[in-house]
């Protein structure tokens, strides 16, 4: 018998880039929740940092959807699994409805999870500028594809109470679309911007010192500006979604429980919460430590260090010189460790920032200079010779801690640094078919039982990740 699933749901899309979805999103998120209700957050596309964010407010895990990397079997299967115990659903759209892969299709943007969802979209509009052109946007977005429910306006960046009124009688004149919110041009609603994008959450709470102040004024001028219950009403119009089977969360339980040490700090928190979830189901139990903070490793039978921003913290790192002697006592005696893209540049000998030249990136606060990092790989890290934002295509060949040769994933890579002065003997567990990786067409740099890559995965889309990684770890 066929179950189905009623969650209220919105998706919370863009005109085009910087419209403003990430802020707006949280602050409706954080005035639903401040109503009682359970907000189950969502993202689209395979950003760590909005999610972080989403986290935060909520007090639920962020989860990913994207319909590239993704089959629409686990698109809807990780928003199924992830609505348990919730009363509402609300996913933030990537860049312009639908900027994706291709020109001539909506794989992998915003517009194609709306659809697989059956979701109703409520279009973010930077109307810094512009009044009476609003509607045009709004007609054409409506009628590019009209599969997509585009229901609701909210207009961001407005300057004045007539800039407001122009706009909004002029697109619920022509489009016959409510425009349900109107947010003032103000600096409070911006979040700190870097190379790869927002602060993280979990630095920001550490580091920033109106962290909470900020996220308090952007939940108040979200509560001013937008008719909250006019946003639930149309998350409650969401058409019945067929519930699907489970078949990427399903508990896989072993007689003895696998410890796996995850990184987790300031410096590396680029984690998908699937990951690590899928990791506990395949019968991991996560034991957190920070490479800043702690001094000695935790007793664990493998290592997982994700992405993040190593080069931010470079002294730290440096100056926990136990914890990285440790790591590369670990590595050089077989734990099998396993890291992403910021763990990958902490593995390395060294990494050298601010490089004369490299054309930075938002790089302001980066420190330069050269500094001693983990050494239990081959190869140095230069930082902002190249910046790198792309899915990656590629199959391992060789066995490793994640997978047997021939496996094969699509994932992404996001990084402003390169390895460089690696050794010819250096041995490589990946061939891309699509991506840049680490040298040529080889990502995945292997020693021992390390392997660190510039790629990251998802675990709802390359689904050996969670059992391989913890049944190595086990043997």
Known sequence: MTENLDI????IAGDRS??????ISIGIMSVLKDMGYNVQPYKVGLDFIDPSYHTEVTGRFSRNLDGYLMSEEAVCEVFSHATSGADI???EGVRGLFEGLEATSDIGSTAQIAKILKCPVILTINARSITRSTAALVSGYKSFDPEVDIVGVILNNIGSQRHAEKAKIAIETYTNTPVIGVIPRNDSMKISMRHLGLIPAMEGRRRVADFDANLGRIKEIIKEGID????????????????PAEKIFRPHPQKNKIKIGVALDEAFNFYYRDN?????LAGAELVYFSPVNDRTLPEVDGLYIGGGYPELFTNELEDNISMREAIKQASKDGLPIYAECGGLMYLTQEITTNVSGSGNYNMAEMKGGTFKMVGALPGKTLMGHKRVVSYNIGSFIKDNVIGKAQASFIGHEFHHSEIIDLPDNTEFAIKLERGIGIKGEYDGILVNNTMAAYAHLHAASYTGFAGAFVEFCGS
Request: no cysteine.
């Open 18 to 23: 910087s419209a403003g979805k990430t802020t």
């Open 228 to 243: 909250i219950d006019r946003f639930i009403s149309i998350a409650n119009s969401a058409r019945t979604l067929e519930k």
């Open 8 to 11: 209220p749901r919105i998706l």
């Open 276 to 280: 690590l979830e899928l990791l506990e």
């Open 89 to 91: 659903a609300i996913i």
